[in-house]
């Protein structure tokens, strides 16, 4: 096989199957062999020692070469990672990904690729890391209707809402992510939940049998999220998490990554840290759960090495596993149909008449509220803070009501808008 | 395909495969076709019609049918279920089964058989109904050594235990338990920890890839248990479950069933009622929970189907999934060398100088306490009963210090033992 990349996940994946090449070799029969390595630098001093005529610069000499039967994409990004799956896949070599972005917009157009080549595409390392949910989806999972699903698939945004949970600032958190190698620099993909939006694409499209693309789903990150948020959370049963959402409903599917306030004896409120897990509803097995590491090296070159295990089974048999993606064909519904209560922290001058003014422009839309908590107004500043939780409501709707209640003349603020799960 | 048993699980199987059947043959470009279904009592109403001409009371129309290619066992129980998957094996045909007793005694020969008749034996329902575990360790933890696994793997007990902690005392809980049809008029095969045994020799093979006798697994059923070890668990922070626990350590693996406090903070306490989890350390994905429905109908179909898919897909291709269950072959070792946390609970006399004797005791085994606490003296038989948590103990040192105590004058009765998990 040829790798294209040896950074985190590569020399990750490359150290696994120098440590355990026996072993696997026993069980599967065929010994995983490495013929070349893509990197960007020759000289540059790596985690993993890779013999020097192993390395190159040239993509074409793993790409084009015959005699390499599978190639294992570990870039990351969308280009040039799309072209060289796709040459790949076109010259008949079969392909391991765990790239995320590339699956979630190009998935269905290179699995029909995968499929007229008679190779195989997988990529279980895309979500979750050593979560396998891309393989329990296709074939554990076979018999059932899946009916909902949600998820913490981003351990980033997770890592900081837990540190936020026990007490730090936004800020403090971040920058703990970022020290701990957690946080990129630019933190923007993980923080404002486009990573999210990719996995859920991938997720909602094999559990659902039907294309989500990751433009069909909506996203709102956690930058807006303070400290008081999950305080006031807090005092009333809830944490906050970064929930990935997706129900098949009567119009059809809705798919939205949204920061969440679940109440603490909901199975995903104890995922901490940099833990994920995926929760299923299935018309056959009811609730079903996978919990682990998200990501990381070595979670992540597991799924990598299980895929590439799985391609030898099917190389020596001369067979291949089709993905056939959208046998079904269900309408994609706008979030902004997507119904659920919410929690809204606003910033109101400290005066007669502002929360009936309020809850006024609420019933024009037929938002009902739930329960109001007025906390001590700024003296210097006369400014009050409330936080309202509401009944269900059309997310449309609650958008409209807000962008009306932004303009009155009491609203200084409207501080957070966040969703609430059962 | 034949099927041997028509009761819950196979009802369940027939009904989903009637159902599903358009959906699962566009999946996998085949379609499953039940020709012969073997039942006790031709006469007997079920809960799917099976039509007249495919039932039958005579195995061998079945078992010897050339023209059947996968048999489906779900019967349970070992005897006959054991000797027609063996035969049906040796005509080479394919078998699922949902039979953990059978897997858990004969697993390995059974495989064996398989292999050398070139077809499949697959059993993904006989542990965890609709929980994928063998699945996921059979491919998709390929590349890791799994260290420890502990599972909640016995509905009933989980259901029962439940709801004692919720107040209920083990007679109203096994009698609400059967009411609901979660436990059998004859509990003792779950109550006692048996069933768990057989799931645990299952996972424990797979897992550490060493065969693991039932025979060889510890086993303490809940019966022992009372009211009041559910409140003194509270009290200290802590959930009665009865775990499955297997660990490989320096002298080779040590696998047992027994009824543990576990931290309220632990990922397994929060399992609740007839829910299943395992929670799996593995060197490259670390901390791995699977969680979900372990038995009924429709999960256990689910399982079951999920493995004719699997089968179906291999005959269109004329290949095999071969299961090598022990190319590792550690040291089983002896439940008594497991070290442990100890709850005690015991009746003893209340005068000046017990504690003592009982301390003295443990503390010629180097067993030491952590904490004590004495509660009230029944005024009329003068009996005060104490709770003793341990620091860690070799099972065996911990049983021959209570064997001990046991014969002490002052010591009414050792009411319960139970181990603590951290």
């Known amino acids: 096989m040829g790798l294209l990349g040896a950074g985190v996940v590569g020399s990750g994946t490359l150290d696994l199957l120098a440590r355990r090449g026996e072993q696997i070799a026993r069980s599967i029969g065929a010994r995983l062999q490495v013929r070349r390595v893509l990197v960007r630098d020759l000289a540059r001093p790596r985690a993993v020692t890779i013999p020097a005529d192993q390395l190159t610069t040239d993509p074409s000499t793993i790409l084009d070469d015959p005699s390499i039967d599978v190639v294992v994409e570990l870039m990351g990004g969308e280009n040039p990672a799309v072209e060289y799956i796709a040459r790949a896949l076109a010259n008949q070599k079969h392909v391991v990904t765990a790239n995320k972005e590339v699956i979630a917009k190009h998935g269905p157009e290179l699995l029909d690729l995968a499929n007229r080549n008679d190779v195989n595409l997988f990529f279980e390392a895309s979500v979750g890391g050593g979560i396998p949910v891309i393989s329990v989806l296709r074939h554990d999972l076979i018999a059932n209707e899946i009916t ?203 005066r007669p008449g502002v929360l009936a003014q309020i809850a006024q422009v609420l019933a024009t839309k037929a938002i009902s509220i739930s329960s109001v908590m007025q906390h001590e107004t700024d003296e210097t500043t006369g400014v009050a803070e409330i936080v309202i939780m509401t009944h269900a409501a059309v997310e449309r709707d609650s958008a409209a009501a807000l962008a009306e209640i932004r303009h009155l003349d009491s609203v200084r603020e409207i501080s957070a808008v966040l969703r609430v799960e059962r």
């Open 148 to 350: 909902s699903l949600r998820a913490i698939i981003n351990g980033t945004t997770n890592f900081i809402l837990t540190a936020m949970e026990q007490g730090r600032s936004y800020d403090e958190a971040l920058a703990e992510a970022q020290r701990l190698g957690y946080a990129e620099s630019d933190p923007s993909n993980d923080v404002r939940g486009t990573d999210a939006v990719y996995k859920l694409a991938i997720l909602s499209t094999l559990a659902f049998r039907t294309n989500v693309r990751p433009s069909q789903i909506g996203c709102v990150g956690i930058d807006q999220l303070r400290q008081k948020d999950f305080k006031h959370a807090a005092g009333m049963g809830y944490v906050i998490k970064l929930l990935a959402s997706a129900d098949v409903g009567a119009k059809g599917i809705v798919a939205s990554v949204r920061p969440t306030l679940i109440p603490t004896s909901h199975h995903l409120a104890s995922v901490k840290g940099v833990f994920n897990a995926v929760l299923l509803d299935g018309d056959q097995i009811d609730k079903f759960m996978l919990y682990g590491q998200g990501a990381g090296a070595r979670p992540t070159a597991s799924a990598v090495v299980a895929d590439l295990c799985a391609i030898a089974h099917n190389l020596q048999r001369g067979v291949i596993d089709r993905i056939e993606i959208a046998p079904q064909d269900r309408p994609i519904v706008d979030p902004g149909d997507m119904l659920s209560r919410y929690y809204l922290r606003l910033q109101v001058a400290d």
